[in-house]
């Protein structure tokens, strides 16, 4: 069954903004934890992970957080552009082979 | 260029009469998978493939069928379509191992089953 979830479905966010973007998840076996955008007609694509040994990894204009004790990831977009408006989905790839995705987050940023 | 590619993107079809979404990639990588997308529901996957001869169900594999002869193709079959399977479907490949965190979608089928 599912094991990852976002808080929000939607978010608005003027442009210029710092987005941020919730996920829970369940399995604590769960060895990297990924944020995905998908753009409207498009697949999922991948935007940045994180191992489970790590809380903090940053990419460009991208942070992810993971709290493992809560059970919490989350995707700080900064300085958010018309062009990250997408829907935003979290990932696990635990110890299967699976890769197991949330429900996803609509971002809307508007100028 | 790395890509997965589906085909067909867009396919009305009737209740019962099967077909074949088929996917392949380029990129040699060993694991790929189904997924469909629905409203309020996000990405569920149908099934996976760790390897060539190696299928496995995933979360909803009901009313679906795969199969992986080629290292570089993974088609989906719907002996039987029904209403319930009309959807938007993505397959997806990865590299091997709890690493391979970056799959590659292809551009998705949708799929009318009336």
């Known amino acids: 069954g599912e094991s990852v979830g976002l808080h929000l479905p939607t978010l608005s966010v003027q442009e210029g903004d710092n987005s941020i973007i919730n996920c829970a998840y369940s399995?604590?076996?769960?060895?990297?934890f990924i944020w995905y955008k998908q753009e409207s007609g498009k697949g999922p694509q991948f935007i940045i992970d994180?191992?489970?040994?790590?809380d903090k990894r940053q990419g460009q204009r991208v942070t992810v957080l993971l709290n493992k004790t809560v059970k919490h990831l989350s995707l700080q977009i900064a300085a958010t552009q018309p062009g990250d408006s997408a829907v935003y989905f979290c990932?696990?790839?635990?110890?299967?082979?699976?890769?197991?995705f949330g429900k996803g987050t609509t971002l809307s940023v508007s100028s | 260029e790395a890509q997965v590619t589906q085909n067909p993107r867009y396919l009305i079809t009737v209740t019962g009469k099967k077909l074949t979404v088929t996917c392949s990639q380029n990129?040699?990588?060993?694991?790929m998978s189904w997924y469909r997308q629905d409203p309020g529901l996000g990405l569920r996957q149908i099934y996976y493939?760790?390897?060539?001869?190696?299928?496995d169900k995933g979360d909803v594999p009901e009313g679906y069928k795969v199969s992986r002869k080629e290292k570089r193709n993974f088609p989906l079959i719907l002996e039987s379509p029904s209403p319930n399977q009309t959807s938007l479907y993505f397959c997806?490949?990865?590299?091997?191992?709890?690493?391979?965190?970056?799959?590659?979608f292809g551009q998705g089928t949708r799929l009318t089953v009336v």
């Open positions: 997806a490949s990865r590299k091997k191992g709890l690493s391979g965190t970056e799959a590659f």
């Open positions: 399995n604590s076996a769960s060895d990297y």
């Open positions: 994180i191992r489970s040994n790590m």
């Open positions: 990932a696990e790839n635990g110890a299967g082979t699976a890769l197991i």
């Open positions: 990129m040699n990588h060993e694991y």
């Open positions: 493939s760790m390897n060539v001869e190696v299928t």
